[in-house]
């Protein structure tokens, strides 16, 4: 008894740990992106940020799924270099969103590259609520 | 007359120790003076963020394969927001972690044969900003047909230096390493 009382205890400690290192880093993130002034997050709106298209500085339309493709499930292929890029969905792949400065880095990067200005912390929190929930 | 000779054995002697530890090598002047096993080829990156954040998106060239004049260029921050047309922003602290590692490990702080010849081509002129446009590099692919690299689907471009040097991640080079994809007949 008391040797199925450690093995569920340490399962549920695993489970925990797993679990606890995704949040971690995203809500430190959604606590940072709300002290910048963004009101609560949807990932509803997080969807039209990120299927929404611009054109870009070549003419093309663009979008996040130029790149990441639009699956999330699925490894995307960068349009200029052709980078094979692992899949964005958490349920498919447990190393995204563990890692603040990593999420921020990308941000940052492709947030310039596609709409040619940097996201505001509202469509950040958005963007993650929903990439989180896939 | 004796004496002289007995002292060149000895200098012939100490340099055979000296040399005989590869590990010692390139580190300085005197060192690769007297070191037998020359370093051939170029110096493999051994710098983890190095390899990291410029692997992440592209084959992380090793720093020996320009001069520092050119990775001042390169890796200052204003530049990396249009690093050959993409945003490769970094905050500051790695930036000056990939920065100082690159200058250190220049062309022409190293030891190594291939980075000795890109230091003599780049010694004179504007920095280049892409390595096919040094002239070694130039030189050295002078002779492979278009249509291996630019015509070739899996290839594409000479800035893809591992599609052909299989063992380019280990600083290798010469021609018994590589292999053109769809022509495995060339030579």
């Known amino acids: 008894m008391k040797q199925l009382f450690t093995l569920l205890a340490l399962i549920v400690a695993l489970f925990m740990s797993s679990t606890a290192s995704a949040t971690t880093a995203s809500n430190e993130l959604f606590a940072r992106y709300k002290s910048e002034g963004a009101a609560g997050f949807d990932a509803e709106r997080g969807k039209k940020v990120w299927t929404k298209e611009v054109k870009s500085e070549g003419g093309e339309m663009m979008s996040c799924m130029t790149c990441h493709s639009d699956d999330l499930s699925k490894e995307g292929k960068h349009h200029k270099t052709g980078k094979l890029i692992k899949p964005m969905a958490p349920s498919v792949n447990a190393e995204r969103f563990t890692d603040a400065k990593k999420i921020e880095k990308w941000f940052k990067r492709n947030c310039n590259d596609v709409w040619s200005r940097e996201c505001t912390a509202q469509e950040k929190g958005d963007i993650l609520k929903f990439l989180l929930s896939k | ?187």
């Open chain 2, 1 to 187: 007359m004796m004496k002289q000779t007995n002292f060149r054995a000895a200098l012939l002697a100490a340099a055979l120790l000296l040399g005989s530890g590869s590990a010692l090598a390139e580190d300085n002047f005197w060192l690769w003076l007297v070191n037998f096993s020359r370093q051939k080829e170029v110096k493999p990156v051994d710098n983890k963020a190095y390899q990291e954040e410029c692997g992440s998106c592209h084959f992380a060239y090793p720093p020996g394969l320009l001069p520092a004049k050119s990775w001042a260029k390169l890796l200052d921050e204003k530049a990396l927001e249009s690093h050959f047309g993409e945003s490769a922003t970094l905050d500051k602290d790695t930036l000056k972690e990939i920065y100082d590692y690159a200058m250190a490990n220049s062309a022409e702080k190293s030891w190594y044969k291939r980075s000795r010849k890109i230091a003599l081509a780049t010694e004179e002129g504007d920095a280049p900003l892409r390595i096919t446009e040094v002239r070694y590099i130039k030189r050295k692919h002078h002779d492979i047909p278009e249509k291996m690299i630019k015509g070739n689907k899996d290839v594409k471009s000479l800035s893809y230096c591992n599609a052909c040097h299989t063992k380019a991640d280990k600083g290798i080079f010469d021609n018994d390493t590589v292999s053109i994809p769809n022509y495995p007949d060339w030579d």
